[in-house]
C-alpha cells in the first residue's frame, strides 16, 4: 500500500504561482510513476503531469500548461511537486496526486487550487 498526501494549494491571483507538493509513504520501494491529475467543475479529471521513478524535473505533459508548469521528484524525500507558474483562471481545479506501484494505482485526497481574475 503506498499514501500519497498532498499540500500547497490555495487561492491566487491570476499571473502567480503555486508549487504543490505529494509526500509518499508506505511501500514506497514499488512505486513507479508519480504525477498529477486534475479535475475541474463539470469536466473530466486529466492527466496534468508524470514523471518516472528516477529524481529529476521534466515540463508537464497537458498541452494547456506544459510551458507553464513542471513536475520535479526528489526521492530522498519521496516527494512529487508541481510548480505551476503564470496560473490562469482555467487551471482552477481540485488536483491530485498518484502513484503507480506494481498494477495498482494511488491516489491523494486533492488539494483544491483556485485562480481569481
Known amino acids: 500500500q503506498v499514501q500519497l498526501v498532498e499540500s500547497g494549494g490555495g487561492?491566487?491571483?491570476a499571473g502567480g504561482s503555486l508549487r504543490l507538493s505529494c509526500a509518499a509513504s508506505g511501500s514506497i520501494?514499488?512505486?513507479?510513476?508519480?504525477?498529477?491529475?486534475?479535475?475541474a467543475p463539470g469536466k473530466q479529471r486529466e492527466l496534468v503531469a508524470n514523471i518516472?521513478?528516477?529524481?529529476?524535473?521534466?515540463?508537464?505533459?497537458?498541452?494547456?500548461?506544459k510551458d507553464r508548469f513542471t513536475i520535479s521528484r526528489d526521492n530522498a524525500k519521496n516527494t512529487v511537486y508541481l510548480q505551476m507558474n503564470?496560473?490562469?483562471?482555467?487551471?482552477t481545479a481540485v488536483y491530485y496526486c498518484f502513484a503507480?506501484?506494481?498494477a495498482?494505482?494511488?491516489?491523494?485526497?486533492?488539494?483544491?487550487?483556485?485562480v481569481s481574475s
Open 86 to 91: 503564470t496560473l490562469k483562471p482555467e487551471d
Open 11 to 13: 487561492l491566487v491571483q
Open 100 to 102: 503507480t506501484s506494481r
Open 29 to 39: 520501494f514499488s512505486i513507479d510513476y508519480m504525477g498529477w491529475h486534475r479535475q
Open 52 to 65: 518516472g521513478s528516477g529524481s529529476g524535473i521534466k515540463d508537464a505533459d497537458a498541452d494547456s500548461v
Open 104 to 114: 495498482s494505482i494511488y491516489w491523494g485526497q486533492g488539494t483544491q487550487v483556485t
